[in-house]
């Protein structure tokens, strides 16, 4: 509300409350209350409308009860978006995206979020162009590839009184919440792990942004950080890490945390399938154990984004610092050197030393 009409407002209330004027007044306060309804809904705008994870960011939004205003995605594959907001308005360029914001900053309607779900080596300057335009920031994980490109963000967000939150959605899946709770007063012992994640791409996989390392960060950053998040959540900071495999296709190591030793495999091969899930024609094989009891979290994934939203607008969301450690492990893993197969390592190794040519 602007400072002539709060000021015509608390006059018309001061002048006309009493005797037959009170109905009049009582109609200016239900106005100004439905006003101040109406400003509770947040504007939003969406980078990377044509991904795999922006509908997840679109429902978050709608069933939060707020707006997407326009989207951007170099791709014009964007029907999804009739789906949500078809009145928003939709650019392929970043440039015109970005003068758009601006012009409806500078006309008094801007935006209060950027939901940022384009590829990984654009989140940074995204989130940047968000705060230039006087918005929050929602980015998708990984929220940077490099340690460093934190720091930076955050001494930006200090400029700019602004906020970055990422989403970790595994932290509000119920099961997590329960392992962190059962393994809280854990710390006489190192508890052992092994997370096994397949998910199968063919071959555009490694044609896309998604199969350079530079623009990726790789199969660890790309379909791991989330598994690396969640085991730094419940069982505390990277001590060491060993690779053993890091391929295009699969990575594999040993993550030594604070109360937790971790032997880990990751791939998008179809072929390191078990024979199980291969016989059976699907494509996707995940598996947690700890301390040799299979961890069961298939399902209850469905509204996490929604409830990282949720959590985000009511001032409780993820920031930067909360993501450091996983981007720490990451960048960790991205740069060591490949260990040999000796000593402790994770079963699939073999399996993969095994189909090498």
Not at 194 to 214: A, F
Not at 235 to 262: I, N, P
Not at 274 to 283: D, H, L, N
Request: proline fraction near 4%.
């Amino acid at each position: 509300m602007s400072d002539s009409l709060r000021k015509d407002v608390k006059s018309r209330i001061w002048c006309r409350w009493g005797g037959r004027e009170r109905e009049p007044a009582c109609a200016i306060i239900s106005s100004f209350v439905t006003f101040q309804s109406q400003s509770t809904v947040r504007r939003f705008a969406l980078s990377g409308a044509a991904g795999f994870i922006a509908p997840r960011h679109m429902k978050a939004i709608r069933e939060t009860g707020h707006g997407l205003v326009a989207a951007l995605d170099p791709n014009d594959s964007v029907g999804i978006i009739d789906s949500y907001f078809p009145d928003a308005d939709f650019f392929t360029e970043f440039e015109r995206f970005d003068r758009h914001l601006e012009k409806l900053r500078r006309d008094g309607q801007g935006m209060n979020y950027v939901s940022i779900c384009s590829p990984n080596y654009l989140h940074d300057a995204h989130i940047r162009m968000a705060m230039r335009n006087h918005a929050d920031a929602i980015c998708e994980k990984p929220i940077v590839l490099n340690p460093w490109n934190i720091d930076a963000l955050a001494e930006i967000e200090r400029e700019c009184d602004r906020k970055v939150y990422t989403v970790l959605q595994l932290r509000h899946h119920p099961a997590i919440i329960a392992l962190r709770d059962r393994y809280a007063g854990v710390r006489d012992r190192k508890i052992d792990i092994d997370v096994t994640y397949i998910t199968s791409r063919g071959k555009w996989y490694h044609r896309s942004w998604k199969g350079s390392l530079e623009k990726s960060g790789g199969v660890a950053t790309n379909i791991g950080v989330h598994f690396f998040d969640m085991l730094g959540w419940i069982f505390g900071g990277l001590k060491s890490s060993t690779v053993h495999r890091r391929q295009d296709d699969c990575a594999a190591g040993v993550l030594e945390l604070e109360h937790a030793r971790v032997r880990w495999f990751l791939s998008v091969n179809a072929d390191h399938l078990p024979a199980a899930q291969q016989a059976q024609g699907q494509r996707t094989f995940r598996s947690i154990t700890m301390e040799g009891q299979e961890v069961e979290f298939s399902e209850g994934f469905t509204d996490l984004h929604t409830i990282s939203y949720r959590e985000i607008l009511a001032g409780r969301g993820y920031g930067l610092q909360d993501a450091r450690p996983s981007i720490e492990m990451v960048h960790a893993i991205r740069h060591a050197g490949i260990s040999p197969l000796t000593g402790d390592y994770h079963p699939m190794c073999q399996q993969v030393e095994a189909m090498r040519p």
